[in-house]
C-alpha cells in the first residue's frame, strides 16, 4: 500500500503564493509519476500538474506559468508552488502517486487539503 500525508493549503489573497508538500511511504513504491489534481465545488477533479521519475512535467493550462511542480525522487515526496493565485484556483487539492509493481499503473490519492483564494 502506499499513503500520502499532504501539508500546505489554506487561505490565501488573490495574487499571494502557497505551496502544497506530498510525502508518500509504504513498502516497494515504485512509483513512476507523482501529481497534484484539485476539485472544486460542483465540478470534477482535474490534473493540476504531473511530474514523472525523469523530470518530465506536465500542467493544465490554467495553471502554466503559475504554478511549479518539483520532486524528490530519494524522499518520495512532491511539492506544488503556486503564484499569482486567483479566486478560481479555490479547490480541495489532491496530491496523486501513480505506482506500477506489475501489470497496469496504480492510482492513490491524498486525503486533499483545501486552498481558498479570497480577500
Known amino acids: 500500500q502506499v499513503q500520502l500525508v499532504e501539508s500546505g493549503g489554506g487561505l490565501v489573497q488573490p495574487g499571494g503564493s502557497l505551496r502544497l508538500s506530498c510525502a508518500a511511504s509504504?513498502?516497494?513504491?515504485?512509483?513512476?509519476?507523482m501529481g497534484w489534481y484539485r476539485q472544486a465545488p460542483g465540478k470534477q477533479r482535474e490534473l493540476v500538474a504531473t511530474?514523472?521519475?525523469?523530470?518530465?512535467?506536465h500542467y493544465a493550462d490554467s495553471v502554466k506559468g503559475r504554478f511549479t511542480i518539483s520532486r524528490d525522487n530519494a524522499q518520495n515526496t512532491v511539492d506544488l508552488q503556486g503564484n499569482n493565485l486567483m479566486p478560481e484556483d479555490t479547490a480541495v487539492y489532491f496530491c496523486?502517486?501513480?505506482?506500477?509493481?506489475?501489470?497496469?499503473?496504480?492510482?492513490?490519492w491524498g486525503q486533499g487539503t483545501q486552498v481558498t483564494v479570497s480577500s
Open positions: 496523486y502517486v501513480g505506482r506500477q509493481l506489475f501489470g497496469p499503473i496504480r492510482d492513490y
Open positions: 509504504g513498502s516497494q513504491l515504485r512509483i513512476v509519476v
Open positions: 511530474i514523472t521519475n525523469d523530470g518530465n512535467t
